[in-house]
C-alpha cells in the first residue's frame, strides 16, 4: 500500500548488497512512498552484489562509498546534493562488519586490529557520516538519521562477538550526535534494533538459526521481517515522527521486553 509518505522527501541509502538486505527493502519502499534516493556502498559490495538492479528499479543514482572514508562521505553530500537540486531529508546507515565474527574467532580470543577496523565500519562510520553532513549543512530542517542495531548492545550474545560492542557505541553515537543535530539543525537521529533477520549480514553470525528460532518463540509478535523493518524506517523518515529523536527503538516483536515465555518453556521441560 502506498500513501506517498515520503513523496518530495530526497535521502540516502547505505548498505543494499543484494535483494535479502535491509536496506534493500528500504529502497524499495521508500520508491513506493515517493521518496527519492541516492544508492551507495563500497565498490568491492558493487562489483560483488546486485544494486545495480536496484538502482534501476527505484530509478536512483548509484554513489560508491567507503562509509569509513571523510572524503567519499564529503564527495557523496555532495552529488547527492547536486543531483536532487536540493538539501537531504533523510539517511539511512545499514551496515555491519565484523572480521573477528567472519573469521570465527571467539570473544576471549580476538584479533584487536581485527576489532578496530570492524568498530570502525559498523560504528565510528555512522559519527564519520553524520559529521560530515553536519559541517556541510547538508540535512533540511526536520530530517531524519536512522542506524540499525540489534539487542546485543544490550544483553549478552556470546557469538555476536565484538559486534555487540560496535552496537553499543553506534547507539551511543545517535544519541551524543542527537543533541547536536536537534539543537542546531532541527534533525533526528535514532537507532533501530532490529530482530535477527537472515541476510548476507545476519548468516555470517555462528549460530543464526538458533538466535533466529529462540527469538521467534520469545516475541509476543513473532520476529521482524526485513519488510517490516523498512516499514518502520518509512515512519522514521515521514513528518509523523518529528519529535521522535536519540531514542533506541526496539522493532523486535515484543522480544525486549519479555523474560520467558511459555513456547520456550515447553521446549526445555
Ligand atoms: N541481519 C540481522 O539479523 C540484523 C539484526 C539487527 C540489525 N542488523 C543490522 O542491519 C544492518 C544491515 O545489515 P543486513 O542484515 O541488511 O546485512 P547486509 O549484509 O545485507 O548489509 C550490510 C551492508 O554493510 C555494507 N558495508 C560493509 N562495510 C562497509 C563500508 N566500509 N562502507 C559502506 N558499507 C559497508 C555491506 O556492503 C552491506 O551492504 C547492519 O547494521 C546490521 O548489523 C542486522
Redesign the pocket.
Known sequence: MSNKLLKGKKGII?????P?????KTAERIHDQGGEMVL???PV?IRM?QIDDLVIKTNSLLVP????SLTDLENLIEKSISHFGSKIDFVL?????SINVRKGKKYTDLNHEWMKKGWD??AV?FHKLIQSLYKKDAMNSWGSIV????IAAQRTFPNYND?ADN?AYLESIARSFGYFMGKEKNVRVNTI??????????MG?KG?NGFFNYAEKSSPLGNAT?EECADYTIMMFSDYTRKVTMQNLFHDGGFSSVGVTQEIIDAIE
Open positions: 547505505f548498505g543494499a548488497l543484494d535479502k538486505s535491509i536496506a534493500w551507495t556502498n563500497t559490495s552484489g562509498a567507503d562509509a569509513t546507515h545499514s551496515i555491519g562488519m565500519i559498523s562510520s542506524a540499525l542495531t540489534y559486534m552496537k534494533s532490529q530482530s535477527p533477520t537472515l541476510t548476507t549480514a545476519g553470525v543464526i526485513s
